[in-house]
């Protein structure tokens, strides 16, 4: 995946760390640089960049930031003739198109933070943290959605994935938005009662739906403040509001969707009995392990994608993009575990 330099290293040009993960959000971003066995150097987080919304010249300058900051944590130099790692692993919300891989590419080499570097879309990290195979689906729902599939062949599947325009269904800003619409079509009248009207006001601390949306228009209120909407929609959902309800089923339904079709598109939907298709759930809407999402969810799977087995991920993205690197360099599952190890949640 992304491009690659098989420059040989020898012993006087080895640098002093094995891989500089990059993990690229849209909200967050996190660099981590590994050891060859498998220990935690060093880890910063920032701001979320993605090129596409920012421009090639903020991402690089917010990932140049966290690199200088986990190396000086490390006790190493970034920026010195020498590269700091053997190869950079990044993968980033907003690489979805060929083009904007070859750009990210050639601007992460240009750096010469590292001997050789691989770019791709994140979902690959959140898919490579939740599965020791190297075959099987990811699906990632933080602020927007997307997924990929990999075949035991090698195969990769992927979703465009850059908004409605290509049939995007879920994620943190769809989510966010539909609670803000039935809250607003109750205030008007427009549209069913619902509870959410009343959560809406009270998480902002405003008098009406229709106050938060005019914060929204003139800025006051951020998409990220928005993204909060999802937890607000999850505890409605919890209360049985009919109206919640429905958009957490209708979330679960688009997991369960991409997965078939993910499936499907590698032949793993006509699999023998007794093979079974790891699918990956990253991202914070899927992550927040909210229990009628999760339940809806294996509802649906049975439905959509019997053959499929549920994984969430207890280690963060950042730990799919080290390991991912330690692919790329041939490093085994002793440093694997270690740093599964280092990085588990809770």
Excluded: C
Excluded at 20 to 30: F, H, P, Q, W, Y
Excluded at 87 to 115: F, K, N
Excluded at 120 to 137: P, Q, S
Excluded at 234 to 243: M, T
Aim: no cysteine; net charge negative.
């Amino acid at each position: 995946m992304g491009g690659r330099d098989d420059r040989r290293v020898t012993d006087e040009t080895t640098p002093p760390v094995a891989v500089l993960a990059i993990d690229g959000g849209n909200s967050k971003t996190d660099v981590a640089l590994v050891a060859a066995d498998g220990r935690l150097l060093a880890r910063a987080v920032g701001p979320g960049a993605p090129a596409p919304t920012v421009g090639m010249d903020t991402t690089i300058r917010v990932l140049g930031g966290l690199v200088a900051r986990a190396a000086t944590e490390a006790g190493l130099a970034a920026g010195s003739d020498r590269p700091l790692a053997l190869h950079t692993a990044a993968y980033l919300a907003g690489v979805d198109i060929p083009a904007e891989q070859a750009a990210m590419d050639a601007a992460l080499r240009a750096q010469r933070w590292s001997l050789t570097a691989g770019v791709d879309n994140d979902t690959f990290a959140i898919f490579r943290a939740g599965t020791t195979k190297h075959w099987g689906v990811g699906i990632v729902a933080g602020a927007g959605i997307n997924a990929v599939g990999i075949g035991p062949d090698g195969r990769i599947v992927r979703f465009l994935a850059i908004g409605e325009i290509t049939g995007d269904n879920g994620g943190g800003g769809d989510l966010s938005r539909r609670v803000m619409w039935h809250a607003i079509r109750d205030e008007d009248g427009r549209g069913e009662a619902t509870l959410l009207r009343q959560a809406v006001t009270k998480h902002f601390g405003m008098r009406s739906v229709e106050d938060v949306a005019i914060a929204m228009h003139v800025g006051e209120i951020s998409n990220h403040d928005l993204y909060g909407l999802t937890h607000v929609l999850f505890e409605v959902a919890a209360r049985a509001d009919p109206i919640a309800v429905s958009l957490v089923d209708g979330q679960a339904r688009e997991v369960a969707l991409l997965a078939k079709s993910a499936m499907h598109r590698l032949g793993l939907t006509e699999a023998k009995p007794g093979v079974v298709t790891d699918v990956v759930l990253g991202g914070g809407v899927l992550t927040s392990r909210d229990p009628l999402l999760l339940q809806r969810i294996e509802h649906w799977m049975q439905k959509e994608a019997p053959q499929a087995a549920v994984r969430i991920n207890d280690v963060p993205a950042i730990a799919g993009a080290a390991l991912l690197g330690f692919d790329h360099l041939g490093i085994g599952a002793d440093a694997e575990h270690r740093l599964r190890a280092a990085l588990r949640v809770g």
